[in-house]
């Protein structure tokens, strides 16, 4: 006696070939999958502001949020460090 699997549609947060553990965080607790909205989609035409983006992690997670939002407007906290304003340190 075979029994019928059913298989849960993969993550809808972001565009093909983009989904990982961001994914599973956001989606985990939200609404059934028949009402879910992707992250690209509730973030377009916000506002969202990142600090720590100077270092590493900092610097990925940006990478991402211009490859993956494009209609989302980001904003940088960066404080002047050693003679060199926060825009420098984005900059360079």
């Known amino acids: 006696m075979s029994q ?4 849960v549609a993969p993550p809808t947060c972001l565009p ?5 553990i ?3 965080v956001v989606e985990k607790n939200s609404a059934p999958a028949a009402r879910r909205t992707s992250i690209v989609k509730r973030l377009a ?7 720590g ?3 590493f992690l900092g610097q990925a997670v940006f990478a991402r949020l211009l490859l ?3 209609e989302t407007r980001i904003t940088l906290l960066v404080r002047p460090q050693l ?3 926060g825009r420098q340190r984005v900059e360079s």
């Open 4 to 7: 019928a699997v059913s298989r």
């Open 16 to 20: 093909d070939g983009r989904q990982g």
């Open 22 to 24: 961001i994914c599973r």
């Open 45 to 51: 035409g916000k506002n969202v502001l990142v600090t």
């Open 53 to 55: 983006v100077t270092g």
């Open 68 to 70: 993956d939002f494009p």
């Open 83 to 85: 003679g060199s304003s």
